[in-house]
């Protein structure tokens, strides 16, 4: 019985523990930031390049948001059923345009919800979403059996029939198989609720317009894609280059966007249709190498320019005209006297000329401070390599920078310890200089101690450990006898 009477209690301790425990947010949790992401046809979802992230207090202008906030209604129709919305929020217009998107430009939108996990939950192209009229229908019902739409009030479904733009919702009240005059009558405010923030609404095109499922909510991401490609120039297409010599390609490039003006730049890829006449580099530098005649050419997806290079020979010297013979004298049928040969004199020889050799300098010694010893009493001379010298009879003590350890050794094992070599590595790794002496020391071996001690800690909880299950078998014995 007593423990039956615990398990209520187990059972409540073990959900306060779940309860503490951290689990990840739900899928339908409410979004927070919208990111804004550009790119060009074809590019996959991780090419995009994060134009700019807001948060909802940034957009919302009754919290000092940057953007006009409207109150709109919106009706669907599911095929079988309405669908009927009461919004507070801002245009999607208005967020790109805020955003710097070169509106003209785009060719289609994504929106990404936290509740989809596979691509994009919705796409439009410009058009769709903001160029074809849609509409909020408050005369739009829906008959409860066939799911067949009809007029409320008996007369026109268009009636009184409402242009709307694309919202992306802070807040919203949402109704099934409700009319619109009925729900406007019947709203107020203060049901709207900001739980499947950003939610995206775009009315209807036509009463029997079946996009309920396209109202998407819970929108953290937006897709821009970019009609067309970037378009690659530059000045000069045809050069003429020198073996030997070097140029750089300048290139220019325009995208719809700034931010992907610097991507595509950066990731042009330069090719040469002969290395061997002339290579390229990564950034556009050109390299000559023999004559001949090669096609430079930078691309970026199915953008491409292309620059004709030729190379010449190089320039020979001028060749000595020579023969030694008579200025006057010339050769030839000319009818005219002949030109006259002028010979350049020889230049007078330069005398050798021997220069004295420089007098061996006398090897500086360097005086090198102990790495680990700041303060020194006595500066004595050091040896050179392979000079034998002697110590002094008191025993030597090294005093380190502090956080060091301290060790005293006699004079003989200090002479055991100093060694001359260059190949030694020092503490930081570099090598010795010749003429520099280097102390190695090892600090003692403590852990000898550390078996000793564990063993006797290891022991102290067996004993304890043993003490105290005996000790619980007597209470349990006393128990039961009594």
Known sequence: MRRLRRLPAFLLSVLLLLALLPFPARADAVTDTIGIYVGYYGWSEDEYREKVTYHWTDLDDWYGGALDTYETVYSYYSGSRTYLVAARGFLVRDLLQYAGIDFGS????????????????????RYSLFSLPRYYFPNLAANEETGEIYPWDGDDIWNGA????????????TEWDAV??????????????????????????KPEEASTSSAAKYCYKILITFSGTPYLSTEETDMTLKIGSGRKIELYVDAEDGLLTDYVREHIAWTSSDDSVVSVAGDGTLTVHAAGDAVITASFGSSSVSVNVHVGEEESPAADPGGGGNAEAGSGTGTGPAAPTVTAAPAPARPAVTEAPVPAE????????????????????????????????????????????????????????????PEVQDQSGGKMDEDSIQLALTPPDERKYMLPVAAALGGAFVLGFGYELGRYKRLLKGKRRT
């Open 162 to 173: 409402v242009a709307v733009e694309a919202m992306l919702a802070l807040e919203d009240y």
């Open 362 to 421: 006398e090897p500086v010694q360097e005086v090198r401070e102990p790495r680990d010893t700041p303060l020194r009493e006595e500066t004595a001379e050091e040896p050179s390599p392979g000079v034998s010298f002697d110590l002094p009879p008191q025993e030597v003590t090294i005093r380190p920078a502090p956080g060091k350890q301290v060790y005293t050794v006699s004079p003989e094992v200090l002479a055991g310890l100093l060694r001359g070599s």
């Open 180 to 205: 619109g005059s009925e729900f406007e009558a019947r709203y107020d405010p203060a049901m709207r609720s900001p739980n499947c923030r950003f939610h995206l609404f775009f009315g209807q095109s």
């Open 106 to 125: 785009i060719a289609s939108i994504d929106f990404f919800t936290k509740d989809h996990a596979n691509g994009a939950y919705r796409s439009f192209t």
